[in-house]
């Protein structure tokens, strides 16, 4: 194989690799990769280059005490939520959560904090998940009558069913 910056020959190697992962140096140990002996240029196989950038984060998550992609699956499981409730419940955008439990996105520390109080405090989590008006399992609520309505807003049936509403009161 050549380089491809000098066409020096490339030569296989297993080695240390560092990379600046948010202005921090992280060293991933046992990487293997082409280097050229000319000018130092490296490259890597695909799968070689997805299984480093997955140690760099991984390397990383842990010298800062993330919570790490099983851990993150685990509470969502716990709870039975989908990834997409999950997302609901902590006010992120799609794909955030499956980018999180494969490791192919760090959280941010904030959000890692957030987690955490999830993880460590199952009432929280229902907490959140019912502001969130998710049912573990079923999605968002959809209302299958008056009779649900008007438990969620405390109304007395009666007085719901008697018209006390206004024609525009709606959902």
């Given at each position: 194989?050549?380089?491809?910056?000098?066409?020096?020959?490339?030569?296989?190697?297993?080695?240390?690799?560092?990379?600046?992962?948010?202005?921090?140096?992280?060293?991933?140990?046992?990487?293997e990769h082409f280097e050229c002996a000319s000018c130092g240029e490296v490259e890597y196989s695909s799968k070689a280059a997805k299984e480093f950038s997955k140690k760099l984060l991984s390397k990383y998550a842990e010298i800062h005490g993330?919570?790490?992609?099983?851990?993150?699956?685990?509470?969502?499981k716990r709870h039975n939520l989908s990834q997409s409730d999950f997302e609901k419940v902590l006010g992120?955008?799609?794909?955030?959560?499956?980018?999180?439990?494969?490791?192919?996105?760090?959280q941010s520390k904030l959000a890692d904090n957030y987690l955490r109080v999830l993880y460590d405090n199952p009432q929280v989590m229902e907490n959140e998940v019912a502001r969130a008006e998710i049912r573990p399992g079923g999605g968002c609520y959809?209302?299958?009558?008056?009779?649900?309505?008007?438990?969620?807003?405390?109304?007395?049936?009666?007085?719901f069913e008697a018209g006390s509403f206004s024609e525009d009161f709606s959902f």
């Open positions: 194989m050549l380089c491809t910056e000098c066409g020096g020959q490339m030569k296989e190697v297993v080695s240390p690799i560092s990379e600046t992962v948010h202005g921090e140096v992280i060293t991933v140990q046992d990487i993330l919570m790490s992609p099983e851990e993150i699956r685990a509470l969502r992120v955008k799609t794909p955030t959560v499956s980018r999180w439990e494969t490791g192919k996105v760090l959809e209302f299958a009558s008056s009779y649900d309505i008007a438990s969620l807003l405390d109304y007395p049936m009666r007085e």
